[in-house]
């Protein structure tokens, strides 16, 4: 499949990419072809393992080890860019080719000076005065927003936060002008509001600067967004290209209509409430300070992440705290499984204040609230096979261990995953392994469920597999489950109640559907609007 | 001035642990078996009761523990460590006569070993997994895993005695007189083969911690980032890769600088160094109890001090780390 467009600046012509020998399949990505034309922004969609990635690390002679082009051509300015030398590459890398990446945490030098990390590009290819760099530096701090840039180029790393991070990678990338930037998901890492920023600058930029952007990204949020044209990838394969709003409307591939359905559109579900009004959870006048410790000389610092914080979780029902990093739910959620003490107030569960309870006591009840934690690959032991790892919990428990493992394959079965009990957690994919997660926090018999972030690390298609098995389990064990999420879309899919949490107090509550559609506060109108996508009307399902 | 503050909370600290290992250090003693008296007498040939008796007044050894423990504690806090029972000299006079050499030879070791070290380490992650990095780490697995003193023999049975390139033991020629370059020249000719024995085994595990410390810092975001900007790999590996893989380094360069007073008895016997090593070697065979406690107290003091060193060469290496966390 080809699409050739006027004034190509790159044209990649049956592209293919050998992985190692031993690896899932034997191609990233299988004789793919297509342009970025000069001035456009051209979005490469697809999952995790669909090779969407792979293109752009050709581009830049910058394929991981043992990965190799073994067929097609990279036209960049007449030449083929897979018959550079890596002297020749290193020359078009950071001068005509800039890249930007996903994590703006860990992509800079945690030990460099803002200031000399922007510098090094004019360094690497030899231009100007060292104070002239500096100058610029300046300059482009300034041009990417940067609050303060005279602070920021003193910065280190570490003092900015994550949007402010892919801003210095930003102006890092623009510093000598490149007639192409290459950005690889340097969005999905972020905040909603900070997304739509950074989103917002990348295009003003494109736009000022008439350069060419090849966004790569899974979110067709994001694609509604920013995009000209789009290049749906799959197993390594094209399936579906495009200009933007023709393949958003029309998506002629199957896999693109499920990707654009997987996106929890505004149509929110009737508001079903729970069966009963018994209260399971009362929280009460929460609050947490961290304090950083101060020396004999030093001020302590005070960090509020929990203010006042009172709701009411009922029996069978699903509420969601939504709120950006720093809003205190991940807290809150820590809170109720009591990983955290609360300095003041209560947490009542079925009229046991939780945060009361200590040792023994405490550890006798845990079992009530278990949780499903962000990161599916983080979170469970990898030497231990998962069977065991779901059996643990109740063996701790003094349930017999035969009983415990018999149980635990019953669970497995339950999360779709039967008869995998003696396997170990890296045979399985990130989406089986918060399935795992699932069945571990189950194991226990809890009444709620706490899940922070559990589908935020997922793609989409696998998200709403997982919602899909909450909801059916919820059902199924009449379990109570409290939402935490970033993300106001999937709250809104399948919480009954909706709170949203800004710097460790409750901005607004209510049932979904009034949050979701008829938000009071401006901060939940603000958040809404920061959904990429959000005013283009996506394909009808 | 923020170091200023740091520095003064630092030394405070010390006092405190340095007062505690003193009186702990001292009970160890008291437990030791062996009456000093009993084998200054056996040495002079006297077994009679009122000759040890006057030696024990003359220590303070008739006194009970407490006020021994006392007197020494009064003692250091001016520094007076006491007399050695077998050399009738003060402790401190000793110790300051063979400190320098101790530290010379411990000091040319560290630098030598961290010098050298990192070097090699650096090399090998750049020829990783190609033959002369294997060569690389293959040397350090060897020089890690045979026994110093092993080490030192062969290089004397090699360099001295069959080649004959450099003296085998001393500090300096005896008898030459040298003065000036040429005793400088001369120390610096005895140095060679104890420095370098002691300095292969801490080269081998500062090599083998840096290459596994940059082949580590290599796969991290930023140095995709430094190569994205089209930086010469020279720049990436000293710049990114370096810079990142070398604090785990300054950790254990802290743990091996306080070992430079105690930690060359080994070296330093088999090569007649006159160092504290082999001071301390002889106090412990002829229960001069109080020398041994200077020791202790002055290797204990060196590890303090190179521990807030430490942390203050990581906090310049490492912007992240603030003030008291």
């Known amino acids: 499949m080809t699409s050739t467009t006027d004034d190509p600046v790159l044209s990649i012509r049956g592209l293919t990419i050998a992985l190692p020998k031993g690896a899932d399949r034997d191609f990233a990505v299988e004789d793919v072809s297509y342009d970025v034309a000069r001035g456009e922004i051209m979005c490469v969609v697809g999952e995790s393992g669909s090779g969407k990635s792979m293109a752009a690390n050709a581009i830049m002679g910058l394929l991981p080890k043992g990965v190799r082009a073994v067929a097609g051509e990279v036209m960049f300015d007449g030449q083929d860019l897979l018959t550079l030398t890596e002297k020749q590459h290193r020359k078009l890398r950071g001068l005509r080719i800039g890249m930007i990446f996903q994590e703006p945490m860990t992509a800079l030098n945690p030990l460099m000076r803002v200031g000399a990390q922007i510098s090094e590009v004019f360094e690497a290819h030899g231009q100007f005065t060292p104070r002239e760099r500096q100058e610029k530096a300046l300059a482009l701090l300034e041009e990417v927003g940067i609050p303060q840039p005279e602070k920021a180029i003193r910065a280190y790393p570490f003092q900015l936060s994550g949007g402010q991070r892919q801003r210095v990678m930003i102006a890092m990338a623009l510093a000598l002008a490149p007639e192409v930037l290459i950005a690889d998901e340097p969005t999905t890492a972020l905040d909603v509001t900070t997304q739509a920023q950074i989103l917002e600058l990348i295009r003003d930029l494109q736009q000022r600067r008439g350069m060419s952007v ?67 959870l009362e929280v009460a006048h929460l609050d947490k300070v961290f304090r950083s410790r101060g020396g004999l000389f030093k001020p302590s610092r005070e960090v509020r992440a929990l203010d006042d914080v009172s709701f009411v979780l009922l029996k069978g029902e699903t509420v969601g705290i939504v709120g950006e990093s720093g809003s205190g739910k991940s807290t809150l959620g820590r809170c109720v499984v009591r990983l955290e003490r609360p300095d003041h107030g209560t947490l009542s569960l079925s009229g046991i204040d939780f945060s009361a309870l200590k040792g023994e006591t405490l550890r006798r009840q845990r079992h009530r609230v278990q949780m499903i934690f962000q990161d599916p690959y983080a979170s469970l032991n990898p030497r231990t096979r998962v069977g065991m790892a779901i059996a643990q919990g109740p063996i701790a428990n003094d349930v017999p261990r035969e009983k415990a493992l018999a149980q635990a394959d019953e669970l497995l079965e339950l999360v779709g995953l039967g008869g995998t009990a003696d396997r170990f957690p ?36 696998i998200q709403a597999q997982i919602l899909e098995l909450l909801e059916d389990l919820k059902q199924k064990l009449s379990l109570a489950l409290l939402f935490i999420t970033h993300d106001l879309r999937v709250a809104a899919q399948i919480c009954d109640r909706i709170i949203v949490m800004q710097h460790g107090r409750i901005v607004e509550q209510g049932p979904a559907r009034d ?14 609007e920061a959904i990429p996508g959000r005013e283009h009307e996506l394909a009808e399902a | 001035m923020l170091y200023a503050r740091l520095i003064t909370m630092r030394l405070f600290k010390a006092v405190i642990v340095l007062f505690m290992i003193v009186i702990f250090n001292f009970c160890l003693i008291q437990l030791a078996p062996g009456d000093p008296a009993a084998i200054l007498a056996g040495e002079a040939g006297a077994t009679d009761e009122e000759f040890l008796r006057q030696l024990r007044e003359r220590f303070g050894l008739d006194q009970p523990v407490y006020v021994q423990l006392w007197r020494y504690i009064s003692g250091i806090a001016t520094l007076d460590f006491g007399y050695s029972y077998r050399q009738q000299v003060p402790v401190l006079d000793l110790i300051m006569a063979r400190m320098p050499a101790t530290l010379l030879l411990t000091g040319t070791a560290f630098v030598l070993s961290l010098a050298l070290g990192i070097v090699a380490g650096a090399m090998a992650a750049a020829r990783v997994k190609k033959p002369s990095g294997s060569l690389i780490m293959a040397l350090a697995l060897v020089f890690y895993a045979t026994p110093l003193f092993w080490v030192a023999l062969m290089a004397v049975v090699l360099f001295s005695v069959t080649l004959g390139w450099l003296p085998a033991y001393g500090m300096y ?39 596994a410390s940059m082949l580590e810092a290599s796969q991290q975001d930023y140095v995709k980032t430094a190569r994205a900007k089209g930086l010469a790999p020279r720049v990436i590996q000293r710049r990114h890769i370096l810079r990142n893989a070398l604090l785990p380094i300054i950790t254990l360069a802290g743990l091996q600088a306080g070992q430079m007073v105690g930690g060359a008895i080994l070296t330093e016997t088999v090569f007649a160094w006159p160092g504290i090593g082999r001071l301390m070697y002889e106090a412990l065979q002829q229960r001069d109890y109080n020398l041994l406690l200077g020791i202790f107290f002055f290797s204990a003091a060196l590890v303090i001090v190179f521990n807030i060193i430490t942390d203050l060469v990581y906090r310049l290496a490492d912007p992240r780390i603030k003030e008291g966390s």
């Open chain 1, 515 to 528: 949050v979701f559609l008829t938000p009071r506060e401006a901060y939940t109108r603000e958040l809404l």
């Open chain 1, 426 to 461: 890296h045979e399985f994919s990130g989406g089986q392994r918060q399935r795992i997660g699932i069945a571990r926090a189950l194991a226990l018999n809890p009444e709620l469920i706490v899940a922070d972030e559990a589908v935020s690390a997922l793609d989409v298609s």
């Open chain 1, 214 to 280: 090849m966004f790569i990204t899974h979110d067709f949020g994001v694609v509604a967004e920013i995009a000209n044209r789009v290049c749906v990838m799959r197993h390594g394969r094209i399936v579906e290209l495009g200009e933007a709003e023709h393949v958003l409307k029309h998506p002629q591939d199957p896999y693109t209509r499920a990707l654009i359905e997987a996106i929890p559109s505004d149509v929110i579900p009737e508001a079903r409430g729970a069966e009963t009004d018994t209260p399971l």
């Open chain 2, 173 to 211: 020629t005896v008898g030459a007189g040298h003065t000036g370059l040429a005793l400088a020249l001369d120390v610096g000719k005895h140095l060679v083969l104890p420095a370098t024995t002691l300095a292969l085994f801490f080269m081998a595990i500062y090599t083998r911690m840096t290459r």
